[in-house]
C-alpha cells in the first residue's frame, strides 16, 4: 500500500526569526518507518518542498496537490491543536479527490479528542502510536478487525468507537530508526549554532528517552505519555546519529524532555559518544534540578566533552510563587530562581550555551507584575531567549482546570500556537501581551549583561564567536563578536 505521512503545519518561513520553516514531525517519521518495515512504499508531506536545490515553502492548495499525485491508500496526519484544522481540511479535500483513501490521525489532539472523532477522519490513534499503526496496517490487509487493536478510535456511524487504552512500548529498542527526508534533512538551521549558520548547517532530531518525571501543569506530557520515562541504548542512538551524519548532518537535538532526568543513563550515552569518536555537535533540553548538585557540574562537563554545546531549560518564571503554582519540581522539591541562576551558570562557565524558555499570560499575572518580573532577567544566564505565551493545552492539568473555572478559550484552534493569548485573561488582551512579549525580547538582548555573558562564553569557546555573529546578523540586530 501507499502511505502518506502528512504534517499541516502553518507556514512560518514569513517570520524571519523563526528557526526552520517546518519543525521535524519525528512521531510520524516513526510511524512511516514502521510501515516501511512492513514493505508499504511511504512518502512525507509538509508544506515545503525542494526547488533548485533550496527548501522553499509551498501553499496548502499546493500541497494538496502534491499528495493527490501521490494517490495513497492511506493518508496519517499527526497534529498538534494548532494544526488540526488544516489537517480537517486537507483531509476532507483527499476524501473528494480520492473517495477510497482511509484517514488516520494520531497526536496530541486527536488523543485529547478519541471518541469525539470527526468527520472527514475514519480512525485516530490515541497516545504512542508505532504498535498500534503496526496493527492497522496488518489488519487493513487482513480480517479488518479493528476493535481487537487497543489505543485505536474507529469512526463507525458518525459515532466514535474507542477500542482501549495500549500498554506503553517500553522497549524503544525493537523499534525502527525514524523514517528520514530530504525536505527536512536539507533545511538550513536558523539559531546560534556548531557549526555556525554561514556554514548552513543541516540539523535532525534524535530520540535517547521518552515521557518525563515531572508533572509540570501547563505540560501535556503527563496527559500523553504519563511519567514512565524509558531509553533507547546508547549503542542504537550512536549508530543511528553516524547513519544522520553520513546523510549531511551538522547539528543533532535530543528532543527528549529532560535529556539528564536519570544522570547516569545520560552519562552512558555521552561516554558511547566518545568512545566511538562520534565527534557530532548537539544539542539538549533539560531541568535545572537535575544538575544542581557537584555531580551535576561534573555531568555537564562530560556532556561538552561528548560535543554539546547547548542546553535549553525551562526557566518559565523568575517568580518563585508562579513556579510552584505551575507545578515546577523534581521529587517534591519546587525548582527556585536561585536555582536556575546557579545550575546555568556552571553550565556557561562549562562552555555550554544556554537557552531559556519563559512564559507569560498565566491567569493570575497582571501587566505589572509581568514588567517586575521580567526585569529580573537579565540576571540569568541565558544566551538565547524564547518567551511564549501562556496556551491551555489539552492533556495538561491547566486546560482541565480552566475549563472547570469557567474561562473561554477562543474557538479558532489555529491561534493555539503558543504565540496568541487564546483565552479570557482578567486583564490582557492580546494586543497588550504581544507588545510585553516585544518588550522583553527587546530588553533581554540589549541589555549591558547580555552583552557580557556572550563575550565571556565566547572567551571560554571561541568558537562561538562566529556563531553568535552569525545569529546577529540573521535577527538584524545586535553586537559583533
Given at each position: ?180 527526508f530530504p525536505v527536512i534533512l536539507n533545511q538550513v538551521y536558523r539559531g546560534i549554532s556548531l557549526p555556525p549558520m554561514s556554514e548552513d548547517p543541516n540539523y535532525a532530531i534524535v530520540e535517547y528517552s521518552r515521557c518525563c518525571y515531572n508533572t509540570c501543569k501547563f505540560c501535556d506530557s503527563t496527559g500523553f505519555w504519563g511519567n514512565n520515562v524509558v531509553f533507547r541504548s546508547p549503542q542504537r542512538v550512536v549508530e ?242
Amino acid at each position: 500500500m501507499k502511505i502518506a505521512g502528512i504534517y499541516p503545519q502553518k507556514n512560518l518561513s514569513l517570520d524571519p526569526k523563526i528557526q526552520h520553516a517546518v519543525s521535524e514531525p519525528y512521531g510520524l517519521e516513526m510511524i512511516l518507518a514502521v510501515a516501511s518495515q512492513q514493505g508499504h512504499d511511504v512518502e512525507l508531506f509538509v508544506p515545503l518542498k525542494c526547488h533548485q536545490e533550496r527548501i522553499v515553502p509551498i501553499t496548502e492548495e499546493e500541497m494538496i496537490e502534491r499528495i493527490t499525485e501521490y494517490k495513497p491508500d492511506i493518508a496519517g496526519f499527526s497534529m498538534y491543536t494548532c494544526q488540526y484544522p488544516m489537517g480537517k481540511r486537507i483531509a476532507a479535500e483527499l476524501k473528494k479527490r480520492l473517495p477510497g483513501t482511509m484517514t488516520i490521525a494520531g497526536n496530541r489532539y486527536p488523543s485529547y479528542l478519541c471518541e469525539k472523532i470527526e468527520d472527514p477522519f475514519d480512525f485516530f490513534v490515541v497516545k504512542e502510536g508505532e504498535e498500534t499503526f503496526r496493527e492497522f496496517l496488518r489488519e487493513i490487509e487482513n480480517e479488518k478487525k479493528y476493535r481487537d487493536i487497543k489505543g485505536l478510535v474507529i469512526r463507525e456511524n458518525h459515532r466514535g468507537f474507542y477500542t482501549g487504552n495500549r500498554q506503553r512500548n517500553l522497549h524503544l529498542d525493537f523499534l525502527p530508526n525514524a523514517m528520514r527526508f530530504p525536505v527536512i534533512l536539507n533545511q538550513v538551521y536558523r539559531g546560534i549554532s556548531l557549526p555556525p549558520m554561514s556554514e548552513d548547517p543541516n540539523y535532525a532530531i534524535v530520540e535517547y528517552s521518552r515521557c518525563c518525571y515531572n508533572t509540570c501543569k501547563f505540560c501535556d506530557s503527563t496527559g500523553f505519555w504519563g511519567n514512565n520515562v524509558v531509553f533507547r541504548s546508547p549503542q542504537r542512538v550512536v549508530e543511528e546519529m553516524f547513519e544522520l551524519k553520513e546523510k549531511g548532518v551538522d547539528t543533532f537535538y535530543f528532543m527528549d524532555l529532560n535529556f539528564t532526568a536519570d544522570r547516569q543513563k545520560t552519562a552512558e550515552l555521552c561516554k558511547e559518544m566518545i568512545d566511538q569518536s562520534l565527534g557530532a555537535h548537539w544539542y539538549c533540553m533539560s531541568n535545572t534540578a537535575t544538575l544542581d548538585s557537584r555531580s551535576g557540574q561534573e555531568l555537564m562537563e562530560l556532556m561538552k566533552k561528548a560535543g554539546c554545546y547547548k542546553i535549553a531549560w525551562g526557566v518559565e518564571s523568575t517568580n518563585d510563587n508562579s513556579l510552584e503554582i505551575m507545578g515546577k519540581r523534581v521529587d517534591n522539591e519546587f525548582t527556585t530562581t536561585e536555582q536556575t541562576v546557579r545550575v546555568l551558570q556552571n553550565a556557561l562557565d562549562t562552555g555550554i550555551i544556554n537557552q531559556g524558555y519563559y512564559i507569560i499570560g498565566f491567569p493570575w499575572e497582571t501587566e505589572e507584575t509581568i514588567i517586575r518580573d521580567a526585569g529580573k532577567l537579565k540576571y540569568i544566564p541565558i544566551h538565547i531567549f524564547n518567551v511564549g505565551i501562556f496556551t491551555p493545552i489539552p492533556l495538561s492539568r491547566f486546560y482541565k482546570e480552566m475549563l472547570e473555572k469557567g474561562y473561554k478559550l477562543d474557538p479558532d484552534l489555529e491561534n493555539h500556537d503558543r504565540n496568541t493569548l487564546v483565552y479570557n485573561h482578567p486583564s490582557l488582551d492580546n494586543e497588550k501581551i504581544k507588545a510585553l512579549q516585544a518588550d522583553m525580547h527587546h530588553n533581554f538582548y540589549t541589555s549591558p549583561e547580555y552583552l557580557e555573558r556572550v563575550q565571556t562564553s565566547c572567551r571560554i569557546d571561541s568558537r562561538f564567536k562566529s556563531a553568535f555573529n552569525d545569529y546577529f546578523e540573521f535577527l538584524g540586530n545586535g553586537p559583533k563578536m
